[in-house]
C-alpha cells in the first residue's frame, strides 16, 4: 500500500486542508499517517478522523528577538530527531507539508531521509515556516496564481486550496430555518474568523436600521461578542461561532462580508459565494490578508474594504450585492477552484506514481 504522511498545526488553518484531502487519498488507496505536536490543535482535530498520530517535539518560529528563540532552537532539534524515528518507522512515499511550526522539524527530517515532500501554501508570500521548508520540498503548492513566481527553483504549482467535501452538500432551505429567515429578502453573511472581528461587527450592527430594511442578515460575531439587545430584532441572526450548520449557512447567503483568511476566502470561491472582503490590517498581522484580499479583488471574484474605512460598510455591501452577479462569472470561468485532485496529482507525481 502507497503511505503518505500528513503534517501541520499550530493553527486550524494549517489543519483542516490535510482533512480536506483525507477523503480523496483514502479512495484513491492511501495509507494515512499525521505528525504534529503533542498539545497542539492538530492533534485533536486529527484524533477525530480516526487517523494514527505521531506527536514530535516542536519550538515556535518567531520574526522577533526573544530569549525563547533559543529553547526552541533546541525544541526543533529534538523534533527533528523525533520526526526521523517517526517516518523510519512509518516509511512513507511522500510527506505533504500544510505549514505551520509543527512542520518544520518533518520537512527537514524528511529531506534527510530521502523522502519527497510536498508543500503548500496558502497565503500570498510564503510564511516563515514555508521559506524554512521550501529547499526541502520537491513541489510547492499554491493558492494564489501570483505566488508561483515567489517560489525559487521552478518548485511552484498553482493548485488552489482544499476544500472539505461536506461544503458542497449543503441545503440553503436549511440555512435559512437555522436563522429563521424567510425567502423574501437576500441574505448577507458576516464572518470575522473563530474569535470575530470587533470592529467589523460594530460597523455592521451599526448599519441594522437601514440595511434591515432590504436584507436579511446572519452574524456569526465571534466568542464573548453577542449583543443580548439583538437577540429579538427581525431578520437579524447572531452566532458566537458555528461549526457542523457552517454548510447550511454558507448555502442560505448570497453575498457575505469577512476578514481575508485564505482558507476561508477559497472556500468563498469555491462555492461562487461574491464577497466583500475586510483584510487584517499590516498593524495586527505580516500583511498576507491585505495582499490575499488585492489577489481576489484582482481577479474579480471580490470587493475589498480597508478597516480605517470600515465606516462604509453599508455601501459597499449594497454595492457587492448589486453587482454580485459579475463576481459569479468571475468565479466560474476560473479554471481553479477546489484544489483537492490537483494537489494529489502533484502528491503522486513527486510519490513516483503514474499521472495520467
Known amino acids: 500500500m502507497k503511505k503518505i504522511v500528513l503534517t501541520g498545526g499550530g493553527t486550524a488553518g494549517h489543519v483542516t486542508p490535510n482533512i480536506a484531502l483525507m477523503p480523496k487519498l483514502k479512495e484513491e ?14 492533534h485533536e482535530l486529527i484524533e ?101 513566481k515567489l517560489i525559487k527553483d521552478g ?46 461587527n460594530n460597523a455592521l450592527r451599526a448599519a441594522l436600521p437601514s440595511l434591515l430594511k432590504d436584507f436579511q442578515i446572519v452574524h456569526l460575531c465571534g466568542k464573548g461578542n453577542l449583543d443580548k439587545s439583538l437577540e429579538n430584532l427581525e431578520g437579524y441572526k447572531q452566532f458566537e461561532y458555528v461549526n ?22 477559497s472556500e468563498f470561491l469555491a462555492l461562487r459565494k461574491p464577497c466583500l472582503l475586510i483584510p487584517l490590517s499590516a498593524k495586527a498581522s505580516r500583511g498576507d490578508q491585505i495582499l490575499n484580499a488585492q489577489s481576489f479583488e484582482k481577479q474579480g471574484f471580490a470587493k475589498v474594504l480597508n478597516e480605517d474605512e470600515i465606516e462604509k460598510i453599508e455601501i459597499e455591501i449594497r454595492d457587492l450585492y448589486k453587482n454580485r452577479e459579475s463576481y459569479i462569472h468571475a468565479m466560474e470561468k476560473n479554471g481553479v477552484s477546489n484544489g483537492v485532485d490537483l494537489i494529489i496529482k502533484e502528491i503522486d507525481k513527486a510519490a513516483g506514481m503514474s499521472v495520467e
Open 244 to 265: 457542523e450548520d457552517l454548510k447550511d449557512i454558507f448555502a442560505a447567503a448570497d453575498v457575505i462580508i469577512s476578514r481575508a483568511g485564505s482558507n476561508s476566502i
Open 48 to 148: 477525530r478522523e480516526g487517523i494514527p498520530y505521531y506527536p514530535i517535539r516542536s519550538g515556535k518560529l518567531r520574526r522577533y528577538l526573544s530569549m525563547e528563540n533559543v529553547k526552541d532552537a533546541f525544541r526543533v532539534l529534538g523534533g527533528i530527531s523525533d520526526a526521523k524515528k517517526a517516518l523510519k518507522k512509518i516509511k512513507p512515499d511522500v510527506v505533504f507539508s500544510k505549514g505551520g511550526f509543527v512542520a518544520v522539524p518533518v520537512v527537514i527530517a524528511a529531506g534527510r531521509l530521502g523522502i519527497p515532500v510536498v508543500a503548500h501554501e496558502s497565503d500570498m508570500t510564503p510564511g516563515l515556516a514555508n521559506k524554512i521548508a521550501i529547499p526541502y520540498a520537491k513541489t510547492v503548492c499554491t493558492t494564489f496564481p501570483e505566488t508561483v
Open 29 to 42: 488507496g492511501w495509507d494515512i499517517s499525521y505528525i504534529g505536536t503533542e498539545k497542539g490543535i492538530e
Open 155 to 200: 518548485k511552484g504549482v498553482y493548485t488552489g486550496s482544499p476544500i472539505r467535501r461536506e461544503l458542497f452538500d449543503s441545503s440553503r432551505e436549511r440555512g435559512l430555518e437555522l436563522c429563521g429567515f424567510n425567502t423574501e429578502k437576500p441574505v448577507i453573511l458576516s464572518m470575522g474568523g473563530s474569535l470575530g472581528a470587533v470592529k467589523i
